[in-house]
Structure formats: C-alpha cells, structure tokens
C-alpha cells in the first residue's frame, strides 16, 4: 500500500524560501507512468496545484507559480521535495503531495494527509 507524508518547517518568515519534502512508501517515485504533484489549499480558499515531477524526472509547473516553484527529488530516499521562494503571507496553505497517473490534477488519485505552512514574521 503506497503512502506518501509530508514534512517541513511549519512556520517560514517572509521572503524565504518554503521547503517541504514528502516520503512515499510502499512503492518506488520511479515506477513508470506516475507522476507525483504538490497541492496546496489556503485557509479558506480552494485548491491550488503547483507542479509536478514525473517518474522519469520531467517538471511542469502552475505557470501562477513558476518562476518561484521548483521540484525535484531524491531516488535513494524515495522522496520528492517543494521549493517555494520569497514566500508571503498569502502563501500560508496546507500544503499536500499527492500521485497522479498523468500530470494533471485531474489524474490524482493518492494523497498526503497535509501540512501547515505558516508564512509569517
């Protein structure tokens, strides 16, 4: 059974940068045709996708969101990883990891349960 967990600091000061890592187990981030994305949702606000890292190491990204999103992970640990840079206050969310069987979000099908990331001073 695949899980994924998200983790990282739940509190970042603005214009930082928001690091979040999720741990999938139960099955490789390498297993072909998965695609493995990060969601975020803001405290009362819909859901966001933000991009996503393909089993073969390929990235596509909200374009809202790209020139401050980058995505890439680790093989040996099997983790995937969310870099968010010069984060503000309306970056606060809880954040999610999820897989897909295609690249968007329509083809997520698993989830993390989530973490708060609070952006402020």
């Known amino acids: 059974q695949v899980q994924l967990q998200e983790s990282g600091p739940g509190l970042v000061k603005p214009s930082q940068t928001l690091s979040l890592t999720c741990s999938v187990s139960?099955?490789?981030?390498?297993?072909?045709?998965?695609?493995w994305s990060w969601i975020r949702q803001p405290p009362g606000k819909g859901l966001e996708w933000m991009g996503v890292?393909?089993?073969?190491?390929?990235?596509y990204f909200n374009p809202s969101l790209k020139s401050r999103t980058s995505i890439s992970r680790d093989t040996s640990k099997n983790q995937f990883s969310l870099q968010l840079s010069s984060v503000t206050p309306e970056d606060t969310a809880v954040y999610y990891c999820?897989?897909?069987?295609?690249?968007?979000?329509?083809?997520?099908?698993?989830w993390g349960q989530g973490t708060l990331v609070t952006v402020s001073s």
């Open positions: 890292i393909t089993y073969d190491d390929s990235t």
């Open positions: 139960g099955g490789s981030i390498t297993t072909s045709s998965y695609a």
């Open positions: 999820a897989r897909g069987t295609g690249t968007g979000y329509r083809f997520l099908e698993l």
